[in-house]
Protein backbone atom coordinates (compact mmCIF):
# COMPACT_ATOMS: atom_id res chain seq x y z
CA UNK A 1 0.00 0.00 0.00
CA UNK A 2 1.27 3.61 -0.92
CA UNK A 3 2.27 5.84 1.96
CA UNK A 4 0.34 9.05 2.34
CA UNK A 5 3.08 11.21 3.47
CA UNK A 6 5.48 10.09 0.73
CA UNK A 7 2.79 10.86 -1.58
CA UNK A 8 2.75 14.27 0.00
CA UNK A 9 6.62 14.38 -0.58
CA UNK A 10 6.44 13.23 -4.21
CA UNK A 11 4.21 15.74 -4.75
CA UNK A 12 6.13 18.55 -3.65
CA UNK A 13 9.23 17.52 -5.37
CA UNK A 14 7.53 17.67 -8.66
CA UNK A 15 5.93 21.22 -7.83
CA UNK A 16 9.84 22.33 -6.46
CA UNK A 17 11.83 20.54 -9.24
CA UNK A 18 14.48 19.40 -7.34
CA UNK A 19 15.69 17.43 -3.91
CA UNK A 20 16.86 20.01 -1.83
CA UNK A 21 13.90 22.85 -2.43
CA UNK A 22 11.45 19.75 -1.61
CA UNK A 23 12.74 19.46 1.86
CA UNK A 24 13.50 23.37 2.35
CA UNK A 25 9.36 23.42 1.67
CA UNK A 26 8.46 20.31 3.72
CA UNK A 27 10.83 21.18 6.23
CA UNK A 28 12.85 18.14 5.84
CA UNK A 29 16.43 17.04 5.00
CA UNK A 30 17.42 16.49 1.27
CA UNK A 31 18.50 12.88 2.57
CA UNK A 32 14.94 12.73 4.31
CA UNK A 33 13.00 13.32 0.64
CA UNK A 34 15.88 10.84 -1.02
CA UNK A 35 15.26 8.45 1.34
CA UNK A 36 10.89 8.54 1.41
CA UNK A 37 11.25 9.08 -2.64
CA UNK A 38 13.33 5.38 -2.29
CA UNK A 39 10.81 3.99 -0.46
CA UNK A 40 7.98 4.82 -2.29
CA UNK A 41 9.24 3.75 -5.46
CA UNK A 42 9.68 -0.21 -3.43
CA UNK A 43 5.84 0.29 -2.85
CA UNK A 44 5.19 1.35 -6.49
CA UNK A 45 7.27 -1.07 -7.96
CA UNK A 46 8.39 1.59 -10.90
CA UNK A 47 11.00 4.34 -10.73
CA UNK A 48 9.36 7.58 -10.04
CA UNK A 49 11.68 10.54 -10.48
CA UNK A 50 14.60 10.83 -12.70
CA UNK A 51 17.84 12.87 -12.32
CA UNK A 52 20.22 15.11 -14.07
CA UNK A 53 22.46 18.47 -13.76
CA UNK A 54 19.20 20.05 -14.58
CA UNK A 55 17.10 19.03 -11.64
CA UNK A 56 14.71 16.03 -11.28
CA UNK A 57 11.97 14.83 -13.58
CA UNK A 58 8.96 12.73 -13.08
CA UNK A 59 8.83 9.42 -15.12
CA UNK A 60 5.95 8.70 -16.64
CA UNK A 61 4.97 6.61 -14.21
CA UNK A 62 5.77 9.72 -11.27
CA UNK A 63 3.40 12.10 -13.15
CA UNK A 64 0.47 9.28 -12.96
CA UNK A 65 0.75 9.04 -9.87
CA UNK A 66 1.13 12.52 -8.77
CA UNK A 67 -2.18 12.99 -10.54
CA UNK A 68 -3.89 10.60 -8.08
CA UNK A 69 -1.87 12.18 -5.63
CA UNK A 70 -3.58 15.46 -5.61
CA UNK A 71 -6.95 13.61 -5.37
CA UNK A 72 -6.18 11.61 -2.71
CA UNK A 73 -4.39 14.39 -0.65
CA UNK A 74 -7.69 17.13 -1.33
CA UNK A 75 -9.67 14.35 -0.06
CA UNK A 76 -8.04 13.70 2.92
CA UNK A 77 -8.01 17.66 3.62
CA UNK A 78 -11.27 17.35 3.65
CA UNK A 79 -11.86 14.60 5.98
CA UNK A 80 -10.01 16.30 8.19
CA UNK A 81 -11.84 19.34 7.44
CA UNK A 82 -14.69 17.06 9.06
CA UNK A 83 -13.26 16.43 12.02
CA UNK A 84 -12.65 19.87 12.57
CA UNK A 85 -16.08 20.76 12.09
CA UNK A 86 -17.59 18.21 14.74
CA UNK A 87 -16.87 21.16 17.34
CA UNK A 88 -19.57 23.61 14.75
CA UNK A 89 -18.30 26.41 14.50
CA UNK A 90 -16.45 26.89 18.63
CA UNK A 91 -13.09 25.74 16.71
CA UNK A 92 -11.81 23.91 13.43
CA UNK A 93 -10.51 26.17 10.35
CA UNK A 94 -10.87 28.00 7.19
CA UNK A 95 -8.60 28.72 4.52
CA UNK A 96 -9.82 31.63 1.67
CA UNK A 97 -8.40 32.45 -1.80
CA UNK A 98 -9.32 35.44 -3.49
CA UNK A 99 -7.99 37.89 -6.51
CA UNK A 100 -6.44 41.27 -5.60
CA UNK A 101 -9.36 43.33 -6.19
CA UNK A 102 -11.41 41.45 -3.49
CA UNK A 103 -8.91 41.37 -1.17
CA UNK A 104 -9.11 45.10 -1.36
CA UNK A 105 -12.71 45.63 -1.05
CA UNK A 106 -14.85 42.52 -0.09
CA UNK A 107 -12.15 40.39 1.73
CA UNK A 108 -11.58 42.88 4.31
CA UNK A 109 -15.44 43.29 5.43
CA UNK A 110 -16.79 39.55 5.02
CA UNK A 111 -13.42 38.26 6.85
CA UNK A 112 -13.79 40.66 9.90
CA UNK A 113 -17.55 40.00 10.23
CA UNK A 114 -17.13 36.30 10.04
CA UNK A 115 -14.31 36.78 13.28
CA UNK A 116 -16.97 38.95 14.79
CA UNK A 117 -19.38 36.26 14.51
CA UNK A 118 -17.42 33.10 14.94
CA UNK A 119 -13.87 33.99 16.90
CA UNK A 120 -13.07 30.31 17.58
CA UNK A 121 -12.60 29.57 13.74
CA UNK A 122 -9.10 29.97 13.11
CA UNK A 123 -8.91 31.71 9.71
CA UNK A 124 -6.08 32.22 6.64
CA UNK A 125 -6.27 34.03 3.44
CA UNK A 126 -4.28 33.85 0.15
CA UNK A 127 -3.94 36.27 -2.53
CA UNK A 128 -4.77 33.83 -5.73
CA UNK A 129 -6.24 34.90 -8.73
CA UNK A 130 -8.59 33.43 -10.60
CA UNK A 131 -7.16 30.20 -11.93
CA UNK A 132 -4.34 29.67 -9.08
CA UNK A 133 -7.34 30.07 -6.54
CA UNK A 134 -9.27 27.05 -8.49
CA UNK A 135 -6.01 24.81 -8.33
CA UNK A 136 -6.07 25.50 -4.33
CA UNK A 137 -9.44 23.93 -3.96
CA UNK A 138 -8.26 21.04 -6.11
CA UNK A 139 -4.96 20.37 -4.16
CA UNK A 140 -7.21 20.61 -0.67
CA UNK A 141 -5.11 23.61 -0.22
CA UNK A 142 -7.86 26.37 0.55
CA UNK A 143 -11.41 25.99 1.65
CA UNK A 144 -13.54 29.05 -0.29
CA UNK A 145 -11.89 30.98 -3.38
CA UNK A 146 -13.17 33.83 -4.74
CA UNK A 147 -13.60 33.84 -8.17
CA UNK A 148 -14.31 36.01 -11.55
CA UNK A 149 -16.94 34.52 -14.75
CA UNK A 150 -18.28 36.24 -17.73
CA UNK A 151 -21.65 36.27 -18.01
CA UNK A 152 -21.82 34.77 -21.69
CA UNK A 153 -19.52 31.86 -20.92
CA UNK A 154 -18.96 28.63 -18.58
CA UNK A 155 -15.51 29.21 -17.24
CA UNK A 156 -15.61 26.89 -14.08
CA UNK A 157 -15.45 23.04 -14.41
CA UNK A 158 -18.11 20.31 -12.98
CA UNK A 159 -15.89 20.00 -10.24
CA UNK A 160 -15.96 23.44 -8.56
CA UNK A 161 -19.37 24.73 -7.11
CA UNK A 162 -20.07 28.05 -7.83
CA UNK A 163 -22.55 30.59 -5.46
CA UNK A 164 -22.93 34.32 -7.23
CA UNK A 165 -22.09 36.84 -5.44
CA UNK A 166 -22.38 40.05 -7.69
CA UNK A 167 -22.22 41.56 -11.11
CA UNK A 168 -19.09 43.94 -11.04
CA UNK A 169 -19.85 46.41 -13.93
CA UNK A 170 -17.05 47.81 -16.02
CA UNK A 171 -15.60 51.24 -16.71
CA UNK A 172 -13.40 53.38 -19.18
CA UNK A 173 -10.37 54.87 -17.49
CA UNK A 174 -8.29 57.58 -19.22
CA UNK A 175 -5.38 60.19 -18.53
CA UNK A 176 -6.91 63.33 -17.13
CA UNK A 177 -5.74 65.32 -19.90
CA UNK A 178 -7.78 62.91 -22.77
CA UNK A 179 -9.87 65.16 -25.02
CA UNK A 180 -12.42 63.29 -23.79
CA UNK A 181 -12.16 63.29 -19.98
CA UNK A 182 -14.47 66.15 -19.45
CA UNK A 183 -17.40 63.66 -20.69
CA UNK A 184 -19.80 61.86 -18.14
CA UNK A 185 -20.28 58.95 -20.37
CA UNK A 186 -18.42 57.57 -23.17
CA UNK A 187 -19.40 55.00 -26.17
CA UNK A 188 -17.04 52.58 -27.16
CA UNK A 189 -17.45 53.54 -30.63
CA UNK A 190 -15.65 57.29 -29.99
CA UNK A 191 -12.86 55.36 -28.76
CA UNK A 192 -12.08 53.03 -31.52
CA UNK A 193 -8.62 54.36 -32.30
CA UNK A 194 -7.36 54.33 -29.17
CA UNK A 195 -4.15 52.04 -27.56
CA UNK A 196 -6.08 50.02 -24.98
CA UNK A 197 -4.42 48.12 -21.88
CA UNK A 198 -5.73 45.37 -20.97
CA UNK A 199 -5.19 41.64 -18.98
CA UNK A 200 -3.31 38.73 -20.66
CA UNK A 201 -5.52 37.17 -23.18
CA UNK A 202 -6.61 33.55 -22.09
CA UNK A 203 -5.33 33.83 -18.18
CA UNK A 204 -7.87 36.93 -17.41
CA UNK A 205 -11.53 36.97 -17.95
CA UNK A 206 -11.78 40.89 -17.66
CA UNK A 207 -9.63 40.35 -21.17
CA UNK A 208 -12.53 38.35 -22.94
CA UNK A 209 -15.18 41.08 -20.93
CA UNK A 210 -13.72 43.86 -22.90
CA UNK A 211 -12.83 41.70 -26.43
CA UNK A 212 -16.67 41.22 -26.37
CA UNK A 213 -17.47 44.48 -26.04
CA UNK A 214 -15.38 45.95 -28.62
CA UNK A 215 -17.07 43.67 -30.86
CA UNK A 216 -20.12 44.32 -30.33
CA UNK A 217 -19.15 47.63 -31.03
CA UNK A 218 -18.00 46.68 -34.16
CA UNK A 219 -13.95 47.34 -34.13
CA UNK A 220 -11.05 45.24 -32.87
CA UNK A 221 -8.81 47.06 -30.23
CA UNK A 222 -5.40 48.29 -30.60
CA UNK A 223 -3.53 46.59 -27.83
CA UNK A 224 -0.68 48.48 -26.74
CA UNK A 225 -0.10 46.42 -23.72
CA UNK A 226 -1.02 43.52 -21.93
CA UNK A 227 -0.79 44.23 -17.78
CA UNK A 228 -2.69 41.51 -15.40
CA UNK A 229 -2.32 44.43 -12.34
CA UNK A 230 -4.83 47.10 -12.23
CA UNK A 231 -2.48 49.37 -10.30
CA UNK A 232 0.32 48.92 -12.93
CA UNK A 233 -2.70 49.78 -15.72
CA UNK A 234 -3.49 53.48 -13.79
CA UNK A 235 0.65 53.86 -14.15
CA UNK A 236 0.96 53.08 -17.72
CA UNK A 237 -2.65 55.45 -17.86
CA UNK A 238 -1.60 58.27 -16.47
CA UNK A 239 1.74 58.56 -18.22
CA UNK A 240 -0.30 58.62 -21.54
CA UNK A 241 0.30 55.48 -23.39
CA UNK A 242 -3.73 54.56 -23.32
CA UNK A 243 -6.57 53.90 -21.51
CA UNK A 244 -8.14 50.54 -20.35
CA UNK A 245 -11.24 49.30 -18.60
CA UNK A 246 -11.54 48.86 -14.70
CA UNK A 247 -14.06 46.88 -13.02
CA UNK A 248 -15.75 48.81 -10.00
CA UNK A 249 -13.98 46.88 -7.19
CA UNK A 250 -10.51 48.04 -8.74
CA UNK A 251 -12.05 51.90 -8.10
CA UNK A 252 -10.69 51.58 -4.50
CA UNK A 253 -7.45 53.76 -5.03
CA UNK A 254 -8.10 55.51 -8.17
CA UNK A 255 -4.79 58.04 -9.25
CA UNK A 256 -5.21 61.68 -8.93
CA UNK A 257 -3.76 61.89 -12.79
CA UNK A 258 -6.36 59.39 -14.25
CA UNK A 259 -10.21 59.57 -14.40
CA UNK A 260 -12.70 56.85 -14.85
CA UNK A 261 -16.22 57.42 -16.93
CA UNK A 262 -19.12 55.21 -17.28
CA UNK A 263 -20.37 53.47 -20.29
CA UNK A 264 -23.30 55.23 -21.97
CA UNK A 265 -26.15 54.54 -22.80
CA UNK A 266 -27.29 50.81 -21.78
CA UNK A 267 -25.82 48.45 -19.29
CA UNK A 268 -22.26 48.10 -18.93
CA UNK A 269 -20.40 44.82 -19.14
CA UNK A 270 -19.95 43.27 -16.24
CA UNK A 271 -17.75 40.51 -14.77
CA UNK A 272 -19.25 37.96 -12.47
CA UNK A 273 -17.69 37.57 -8.91
CA UNK A 274 -18.39 34.20 -7.73
CA UNK A 275 -17.18 32.00 -4.42
CA UNK A 276 -15.91 28.48 -5.56
CA UNK A 277 -15.71 25.22 -3.32
CA UNK A 278 -15.12 22.19 -4.30
CA UNK A 279 -17.90 19.89 -5.77
CA UNK A 280 -19.27 16.65 -3.60
CA UNK A 281 -16.74 18.25 -0.69
CA UNK A 282 -17.96 18.15 3.07
CA UNK A 283 -19.86 21.82 3.74
CA UNK A 284 -18.88 22.07 6.76
CA UNK A 285 -20.38 24.83 9.02
CA UNK A 286 -17.38 27.16 9.06
CA UNK A 287 -17.48 27.12 4.82
CA UNK A 288 -21.11 27.12 4.87
CA UNK A 289 -21.24 30.54 7.52
CA UNK A 290 -18.36 32.22 5.34
CA UNK A 291 -20.15 31.73 1.69
CA UNK A 292 -23.07 32.97 3.81
CA UNK A 293 -21.19 36.37 5.42
CA UNK A 294 -19.67 36.55 1.28
CA UNK A 295 -23.13 36.78 0.01
CA UNK A 296 -24.36 39.54 2.71
CA UNK A 297 -21.31 41.53 2.17
CA UNK A 298 -21.33 41.29 -1.91
CA UNK A 299 -25.55 42.53 -1.77
CA UNK A 300 -24.13 45.62 0.60
CA UNK A 301 -21.88 46.59 -1.67
CA UNK A 302 -23.90 46.22 -4.81
CA UNK A 303 -26.24 48.04 -3.20
CA UNK A 304 -24.67 50.76 -1.83
CA UNK A 305 -22.80 51.59 -5.44
CA UNK A 306 -23.65 54.72 -7.13
CA UNK A 307 -23.02 55.67 -10.09
CA UNK A 308 -19.93 57.09 -10.69
CA UNK A 309 -19.44 61.33 -9.86
CA UNK A 310 -16.26 61.34 -11.54
CA UNK A 311 -16.37 63.85 -14.22
CA UNK A 312 -14.67 66.78 -12.18
Known amino acids: MLDVRRLRVLREVAAQGSFSAAAEALSYTQSAVSQQIAALEREAGSKLVER ?5 SLTDAGRALVVHADAILARLADAEEELHAIAGLRGGRLRLAAFSSACCTLMPLAVARFRERH ?5 SLVPA ?25 K ?4 DLDVVTLLDDPMYIMLPRDHPMASRSRL ?3 DLVDEPWMIGTAGTCPDTSIFLRACAAAGFEPN ?3 NLDDYNAIQGFVAAGMGISFIPDLALVNVRDDVVVRSFG ?10 GLTLADSFRSPAKQAML ?10 GAGRTELALAS
Do not use: C
Not at 119 to 123: A, D, K
Not at 155 to 158: G, N
Open 52 to 56: SARGV
Open 119 to 123: PGVEL
Open 265 to 274: PGRPPVRRIV
Open 155 to 158: RHED
Open 223 to 225: IAF
Open 187 to 189: KLA
Open 129 to 153: EPEDGAKLLRTGEADVALSIETTFA
Open 292 to 301: DVLLEVAAEF
